[in-house]
């Protein structure tokens, strides 16, 4: 029941938060902003949403903080089983971990937002409403490691090397799936429009037939390494097993929430691209990294490791928000937007209420 009580609050604060970015006088009026960051930042250290917290939870309390911890062969990253070393030493419960988990990734999007020439409470109201459940409710290390990425690509954008090459490593210790930053890198250089973006698409598409059968090879990377067992168990196992649905309905919720997860970023980079002339440098590489992690994600879609490209996708693809909220993208893109997000949270609201599941007094399958 509580679970419930954390989406009432979700939807109360969300409506709230769009209802007073929609007035002039208080779109970016810093005392409101300053609530509303305040507000969240308590929620955090009282929500119970996300489908891993009650994994996270165990977690917290198992971690032997005696054993000395090994870097790349514990199944957690340092700066997390730091957090938690020091919660558990001074006797502070798990709580504190969600709320500092969720802090962290929320002070440095706030940062981005006051440092833009945005309408600053619809950039907080797009983050959320594109990035929270899948964020700041569930992925929580990956959540904190794509803000972290983020604020990398402010700083390399203003000529501020070091603090960049910083950011990327702290984002690498909070979740190791970073390490494609290296690829992404590289490829920056592209220059993209829709019509090259939707060729690229069907490339990867053709493509991903043919490097299926491939993937097979992987079973030979040692397991002795988390980075080489983490990407075997993502690419092979964890996604080519039969999933254990409950019913229909949960079979068709899970899958509708990754596609639609996909699926929404392709069309904010499809929308997003017509206004790549107006953007500065620091929303062009924001663009560009969200168009070439869709394709790995889509690619990766493809051959069956759904799990390993959403993950890529959050990564590099969550600074969109900010390009969302410029008022160079006009309202009727923006209601675009907003009813596919609509959706893609709706469903996800349904997921996490337990409308599938028998022991869940929201559960519909009697009613169907």
């Not at 990734?105 to 990035?131: A, H, R, T, V």
């Not at 037939?209 to 030979?220: E, H, M």
């Not at 499809?270 to 062009?284: A, S």
Request: glycine share 4%; hydrophobic share 50%; charged share 15%.
């Amino acid at each position: 029941m509580f679970k419930v009580l954390n989406v009432i609050f979700y939807l109360i604060y969300m409506f709230f938060l769009f209802y007073c970015s929609s007035f002039y006088r208080t779109k970016n009026n810093k005392r409101f902003l300053n609530i509303f960051l305040g507000l969240m930042i308590l929620f955090f250290f009282f929500k119970e949403l996300g489908l891993d917290y009650e994994a996270y939870k165990k977690w917290f309390y198992e971690i032997d903080i005696l054993k000395k911890y090994k870097i790349f062969q514990n199944h957690i990253e340092l700066i997390p089983y730091m957090i938690i070393y020091f919660l558990r030493k001074v006797g502070l419960p798990h709580q504190f971990f969600f709320g500092i988990m969720g802090m962290i990734p929320l002070l440095i999007n706030f940062y981005l937002i006051n440092n833009m020439k945005i309408n600053k409470l619809q950039g907080l109201f797009f983050l959320f409403y594109i990035n929270f459940f899948t964020g700041f409710s569930d992925a929580i290390r990956q959540n904190v490691a794509a803000s972290l990425i983020l604020l990398s690509y402010y700083y390399f954008s203003n000529c501020k090397k070091n603090r960049g090459i910083i950011c990327i490593v702290s984002a690498f210790f909070f979740h190791y799936s970073t390490i494609f930053i290296i690829g992404i890198i590289f490829l920056l250089k592209i220059k993209w429009n829709k019509k090259k973006y939707i060729i690229a698409m069907f490339f990867i598409v053709i493509s991903s037939f043919i490097l299926k059968n491939g993937i097979i090879y992987l079973n030979y990377l040692p397991e002795d390494n988390i980075l080489f067992w983490k990407f075997k168990y993502y690419m092979l196992r964890y996604n080519n097993d039969r999933y254990n649905y409950l019913n229909e309905i949960h079979k068709f919720l899970y899958n509708t929430m990754n596609y639609l997860q996909i699926l929404g970023i392709i069309i904010l980079n499809i929308l997003l691209l017509k206004y790549r002339l107006f953007f500065n440098r620091f929303q062009i590489i924001i663009l560009k990294s969200s168009i070439i992690s869709s394709l790995i994600s889509l690619l990766l879609f493809f051959i069956g490791a759904k799990t390993i490209g959403l993950r890529i996708n959050l990564t590099f693809g969550f600074g969109m928000y900010l390009l969302s909220a410029t008022s160079i993208v006009r309202k009727k893109d923006k209601n675009v937007i907003m009813a596919y997000y609509f959706l893609y949270n709706f469903i996800i609201m349904l997921y996490y209420s337990g409308v599938h599941d028998p022991k869940s007094p929201f559960y519909l399958g009697d009613l169907i």
